[in-house]
């Protein structure tokens, strides 16, 4: 069974950074592009970012392009999203999912919820 | 704001059938790029609904299906039932902005 479980959200101050991990299993991670999605309170969903296979190419959102930092680990079946300089407008609940836009994402976590307030 | 353009909500009657549009432009459907749909239920994480423009992944019901044409896609779900009352967002590829959702369209059951 395919199953993403995310972890590492919580409540941070604006500028502060928090790390956010996706653990896969029932799959072959390495074979998968994966993404992050995200979804403010009460809007609709936002793609963040994706990497490929083996991480050579990674793409972002323009709103959090030098901010964010999309990573995995594929020995370890684990997806990263390294939030950094982070700002009100970037509370929500993140998701990772398997796949990309290309061919959809057919498997998503239950997400974990970022809130930056002071 | 979103490349992708959806209503923001569609109702129908038990039994009716519904459809979803969704509108974008030459750097995303128009340039040949797939459409998917995802269904989402109030606090738990979206659904593959459709993907490949007209496909559904095993276990989602024949009531659902997907077309696309031009820089325009449609889900249509009949047979209306009570469980179907949720979200629904589209998907595509866009040139300047990779991974974009529509803005999502809330489906009531009356």
């Known amino acids: 069974e395919v199953q993403l479980v995310e972890s590492g959200g919580g409540l941070v101050q604006p500028g502060g950074s928090l790390r956010l991990s996706c653990e896969a299993s029932?799959?072959?991670?390495?074979?998968?592009?994966m993404t992050w999605v995200r979804q403010a309170p009460g809007k609709g969903l936002e793609w963040v970012a994706n990497i490929k296979q083996d991480g050579s190419e990674k793409y972002y959102v323009d709103s959090v392009k030098g901010r964010f930092s999309i990573s995995r680990d594929n020995a370890k079946n684990s997806l990263y999203l390294h939030m950094n300089s982070l700002r009100a407008e970037d509370t929500a609940v993140y998701y990772c999912?398997?796949?990309?836009?290309?061919?959809?994402?057919?498997?998503w976590g239950q997400g974990t919820l970022v809130t930056v307030s002071s | 704001q979103s490349v992708l353009t959806q209503p923001p909500s569609v109702s129908g009657a038990p039994g009716q059938r519904v459809t979803i549009s969704c509108t974008g432009s030459?750097?995303?459907?128009?340039?040949?790029?797939?459409v998917h749909w995802y269904q989402q239920f109030p606090g738990t994480a979206p659904k593959l609904l459709i993907y490949?423009?007209?496909n559904r992944p095993s276990g989602v019901p024949d009531r659902f299906s997907g077309s696309k044409s031009g820089t325009s896609a449609s889900l249509a779900i009949t047979g209306l039932q009570a469980e179907d009352e949720a979200d629904y967002y589209c998907q595509s590829y866009d040139s300047t902005l990779s991974g974009s959702f529509g803005g999502g369209t809330k489906l009531t059951v009356l």
């Open positions: 030459s750097s995303n459907i128009g340039a040949g790029y797939d």
């Open positions: 029932g799959f072959t991670f390495s074979s998968y592009w």
């Open positions: 999912a398997r796949g990309w836009v290309v061919a959809g994402n057919d498997y």
């Open positions: 490949g423009n007209s």
